[in-house]
């Protein structure tokens, strides 16, 4: 009857072989190629959700921005991104101008970034 030490040997031994066998058998351009080949299937098939949870995200975004214009917008109305006026004491409001200015900005520096 083997011992407890001996038993721990063998199991030791035997966790080793299947290492070394694994590690041969991984080594083997089959097997690479199928492991390859299991990247690209996760690939494809993360890029489809990743796609849905950035457009999940950003429309949670304009609903939280809608919502929390809602009052200012029943307030100035949709007449405050078309004019340019700011008047604190009259309360007239216009985003015009900084709307264009933000845009402007955002537009070059887009395409300053795409022509390197």
């Given amino acids: 009857m083997p ?3 001996a038993a721990a040997t063998v199991g030791s ?33 993360m890029t489809p959700v990743s796609r849905c949870w950035c457009w999940a995200c950003l429309a949670g975004i304009l609903m939280a921005l809608g919502i929390a214009a809602a ?14 006026v700011w008047d604190p004491v009259k309360g007239i409001f216009g985003g015009l101008a900084p709307i264009y200015g933000t845009l402007r900005h955002v537009g070059d520096c887009a395409r300053r970034s795409a022509c390197r």
């Avoid at 029943?74 to 405050?80: A, D, L, M, T, Y």
């Fill in 13 to 45: 031994m035997t966790a080793e072989v299947a290492t070394a066998r694994t590690a041969a058998v991984l080594r083997h351009p089959i097997h690479r190629v199928r492991a390859e080949r299991m990247g690209d299937w996760v690939f494809r098939r």
């Fill in 3 to 5: 011992t407890d030490a």
């Fill in 71 to 84: 009052p200012a917008l029943e307030k100035f109305g949709i007449g405050f991104f078309f004019t340019n």
